[in-house]
């Protein structure tokens, strides 16, 4: 048993607050009208704080301020940073240099997914991995052999998004100086109060947007600092309900959402390959060894991966959430994870995962059934869906380098 | 003279669940208990003014939902109280608790180590899987692998596919879970001693075998079946103690026609011409009836009940040897205030659960290794819970009745027979590990009942005092539990049947067991069994 601390002893009084504050918690707070919180890895996070309609167009046409604290962060350093990244990963962690950022998954020895997240490239040895679960045992296991420690920092790392047009203004007003000439997934660190804080061109949006990560103690002093900047240029805080659609927009998946994870899979037919959930691009078969690498080539060389995530455009406009998609209307193919009618490209959107062959080799004849309820009666809309190439909407601004001063 | 067309031995819960089921179906059913009160193992007494004790069983958690319903348990008056939480306490003067909040409780395993916090999920994942495979069984009668008869290979094809459609990894967990100890299987996720021994204790209760013995980890998955098909309030309190659901029982028996005879204890079950006729009671009172269902366990029944010629001697011997070990005993006692535990803030809800003082694996193998000399564990294993912190009932306002079920209590003393003064030490055993965590505990103390297993066995029946009827390992379950055979509820003897948990799928406050035989019963007579729900899905 580990030796009784004071540490340990303090930390009994965690059962007297089942759902964590952030430590942007009291601004948050502030700020909260609606009272809609849910339940985000334990902490109290807010759905919505004013208006999601509006919190979503805060998204789209100025700057909006949303708390990704909660994220699980690992801090991965070590000489073997590297080649222990390699290992766990998909993706060539050599081709990701430092002050870089690239969006990755992981795999069990089966090949199946047990998460995705964004891989951070702090210094030649020092990363950052975010992402929804919590896998510590499973990094430790694999750093077995590598020189490299890992650690589990989600709450001592403050995370906040900051996403839209006018953003980078924000940021520049705020006194980042030089913030303007990050390219998309470049990082750098900046110094705040004493201390410092990284900022990345990342997000969760599809949209101009940078993520600030600090210590939790400068939390506070960088929301304020960022608020106060932001004054002139329309920064609001959102809730989860406006980025959940801006996300969609993007084409971004989620984790326990659009796929199960591996280790969460209570049925064994519910965990999914890379290809399967489209994110087969990243898999790296190449650059040596990787958990899952024999399993994933053995199903592609045999062609026994069983499904397909596929974007679809349904005619209509009523949102087509857990909808079951069929083909020529009549034979089950495949059901829909995430839907709605998107405000950006005016088209009725969806997350599908289809059995092959379709949405594989078959892709015409697709039909999603909705079950609208409308003053408690179904409403049964048999739409035909579309598959069309993710993302759904492609903003300019957010590759333009340097971003355009809003 | 009258003729039943049913008789059941014993009143315990599996025995009245039985009874329920069968007159419920038309039959003139009697129920005989040998004791002045009913409940058998499931049981509230009043030893002391003012006090209830669950003198047995003390928490309600493998009551299956379709019984409680068809036999109208609520409208009978049967509640659950849930638990809160419970904890285990450390000798550095902490403690680690379980929190029904998940993420309270990863923060919680996080107190002690990063690394298990996390690995809380897969574990979880894991048993639920293997839970989802067996959990369908327990409301199934267990098919004869040996006969041809339509509903047998059904049966086993249902088995088959179940196991088939796991997936290859899957598939050698089952097997690795049903055969090996629970201290490996927890190595597999688990680093630290007090998180293992959290979850070990399931792996061993009501077993003769140690935390490091094979077989070990299907225990543990037996506990944990009441929760995989959303069963509400799995885990709580019966208000008014186990005799509660007893109680309910009887009440529906009896709204529905049937009779129960208390201080009736059976001599012997009349076997004419390989049938049974009726019984014969301790006071040579013939009672006849057209069926003889037993409660009592498979030793009980048939070395005791039945003339040996009466039998088989395979069947005999298989008997025999049927493993239905002594292993526990329990400390109730009735307490004049509520024990104040230093380590543990007076806030936690751990207080309305159930609380352990083992705090390692190790610490429990070496308690076993004193049962296997044949002593009870000088440092035992407590499951301790104070009822009364949610309950009112069992005690007057103020005071509380706390339950300790102590494991490991050997069936004899080094080889000879109990005596009261052993029974007294071994209750100091008990009250001595308590005091160590919790100051003043002896003087708060106003009454006690100390059971062994010669107590256990003396009044309620059970051989040994096995609290189950005989051990859950693996080689002891399904087609063979009790006797490869005679799994099916009925027995060499032609209307002589079983329905205790000697029976698949074993012990718990259940009733699985009284329900399967009631169901074969009526298939026996040609009686319908639509007034028996369905075994609920699991999709």
Redesign the interface.
């Known amino acids: 048993m580990p030796k009784l601390s004071s540490a340990r002893l303090t930390a009994q009084s965690h059962f007297r607050t089942l759902r964590l504050g952030t430590p942007f918690q009291p601004r948050i707070d502030a700020l909260m009208k609606t009272n809609d919180w849910y339940d985000w890895g334990g902490y109290r996070a807010p759905a919505s704080l004013w208006d999601e309609e509006l919190e979503y167009f805060a998204i789209r046409s100025q700057a909006a301020l949303f708390d990704i604290s909660p994220m699980v962060k690992y801090r991965i350093e070590g000489p073997d940073g590297e080649d222990f990244l390699n290992r766990v990963t998909l993706r060539d962690v050599a081709k990701l240099k430092s002050g870089r950022v690239h969006y990755t998954a992981w795999c069990d020895d089966e090949g199946y997914v047990l998460d995705d997240g964004t891989l951070f490239r702090l210094a030649p040895d020092r990363f950052r991995l975010c992402c929804q679960e919590r896998h510590l045992p499973w990094l430790l296991d694999s750093a077995i052999g590598f020189d490299v420690s890992v650690l589990e920092e989600t709450e001592a790392v403050a995370g906040l998004a900051l996403q839209g047009p006018t953003s980078v203004a924000v940021l520049r007003e705020a006194g980042f100086a030089g913030v303007e000439r990050l390219k998309v997934f470049d990082l750098a660190e900046f110094p705040h109060e004493g201390g410092r804080v990284t900022i990345s061109r990342t997000g969760f949006t599809g949209d101009l947007g940078y993520e600030l990560f600090a210590p939790a103690e400068l939390a506070l002093s960088l929301w304020d600092r960022l608020w106060k900047a932001g004054e002139l240029r329309g920064i609001r805080a959102i809730g989860y309900t406006a980025l959940n659609r801006a996300r969609l927009e993007a084409g971004l998946i989620v984790a326990n959402a659009d796929f199960v994870t591996a280790e969460h899979a209570i049925r064994p037919d519910r965990v999914r390959m890379p290809d399967e959930i489209g994110l087969g691009f990243m898999v790296d078969l190449e650059k040596g060894h990787f958990n899952g690498r024999r399993a994933i080539a053995q199903a592609r060389a045999k062609g026994s991966m069983r499904h397909v995530l596929v974007g679809l455009e349904i005619e209509g406009n009523i949102p087509a959430e857990h909808a079951i998609v069929y083909h020529k209307q009549k034979k089950e193919v495949g059901l829909v994870s995430a839907a709605i009618w998107s405000p950006m490209a005016k088209r009725n959107i969806a997350l599908a995962s289809l059995s092959r062959p379709y949405g594989d080799t078959i892709t015409d004849d697709l039909w999603v059934e909705i079950y609208a309820m409308r003053e408690l009666r179904y409403e049964r809309l048999m739409k035909r869906a579309r598959i069309v190439p993710r993302p759904f909407i492609k903003l300019d601004r957010r590759t333009a380098s340097p971003p355009a001063d809003f | 003279m009258k003729k039943w067309d049913a008789i059941v031995i014993g009143a315990g819960h599996n025995g009245l669940v039985n009874a329920c089921y069968l007159q419920r179906a038309g039959l003139d059913v009697l129920v005989v208990e040998k004791n002045d009160w009913i409940g058998g193992a499931a049981v509230s007494r009043s030893l002391t003014p003012g006090f209830l004790y669950s003198n047995c069983s003390y928490v309600c958690s493998l009551f299956r939902p379709e019984i409680m319903r068809d036999l109208e348990l609520p409208r009978f008056g049967l509640q659950v109280i849930s638990y809160e939480g419970g904890a285990v306490f ?1 000798r ?3 403690y680690l ?1 379980n ?1 029904r ?4 409780h ?3 395993f ?10 809380y ?2 574990y979880a ?1 894991d048993v ?2 293997q839970c ?1 495979f067996i959990q369908p069984l327990l409301m199934r009668t267990a098919p004869d692998p040996t006969s041809f008869r339509p509903r047998d290979i059904s049966e086993l094809l249902y088995l088959g596919k179940k196991f088939a459609g ?2 290859a ?2 598939m050698a967990d089952t097997l690795r879970f049903w055969t090996m100890s629970i201290s490996d299987f927890l190595d597999e ?1 688990f680093e ?3 998180i293992k021994a959290n979850f070990a204790l399931s792996g061993i209760i009501g077993t003769a075998l140690g935390p490091m013995s094979p077989g070990t980890a299907y225990v543990l998955l037996h506990h944990y079946m009441g929760e995989v098909d959303g069963s509400v309030g799995a885990w709580g309190y019966a208000r008014g103690g186990m005799g509660a659901v007893t109680k309910a029982l009887a009440d529906s028996f009896r709204a529905s026609g049937g009779t129960i005879r208390t201080g009736a204890e059976v001599e012997q079950v009349l076997v004419r011409s390989g049938k049974a006729r009726g019984l014969v009671l301790a006071d040579g009172e013939e009672i006849y009836g057209n069926l003889v269902i037993s409660n009592a366990d498979v030793k009980r029944t048939f070395l005791k009940l039945v003339e040996e010629k009466e039998l088989p001697e395979i069947f005999l011997r298989r008997v025999k040897n049927f493993k239905m070990r002594g292993s526990s005993g329990k400390v109730n006692i009735a307490l004049d205030s509520l024990p104040e535990f230093p380590a543990l ?1 007076k ?3 751990c207080y309305r659960g159930d609380m352990h003082f083992t ?2 694996v190790e610490r429990m193998e070496r308690g076993y290794d004193d049962w296997k000399a044949g002593r009870w564990s000088a440092d035992p294993f407590l499951d301790m819970v104070i009822p009364t912190t949610l309950d009112p009932t069992m005690a007057p306002p103020g005071k509380h009745f706390m339950s300790c079920f102590v494991q490991y209590c050997p069936p004899k003393v080094e080889g000879r027979d109990w005596t009261d003064a052993d029974r007294d030490a071994f209750g100091e055993t008990v009250i001595s590990q308590i005091a160590d965590y919790s100051p003043g505990f002896r003087d708060r103390i106003v009454h006690m009942e100390v059971r062994t297993p010669r107590e256990l066995e003396a009044e309620v029946g059970l051989t040994e005092g096995n609290i189950f009827q005989g051990e859950l390992t693996f080689d002891q379950l399904l087609f063979n539990r009790p006797v490869p055979g005679y799994a099916q509820y009925r027995s060499p003897v032609d209307g002589l049947y079983m329905c205790g948990s000697s029976t698949h799928p074993g012990g718990g406050v259940m009733g699985a067991p009284g329900r399967n035989a009631a169901a074969e019963i009526l298939r026996d007579l040609s009686r319908g069994t639509k007034h028996m729900s369905p075994a609920h899905d699991v999709i």
């Open positions: 450390t550095d003067g902490d608790a929190y909040d998940h993420h309270a990863r923060r919680e996080a107190r002690f180590s990063a690394r298990d916090a996390e690995a999920d897969r994942r639920t899987r989802r796991l997936g990894a899957e996720y630290t001693d007090v803030p806030d936690s809800p705090d390692s």
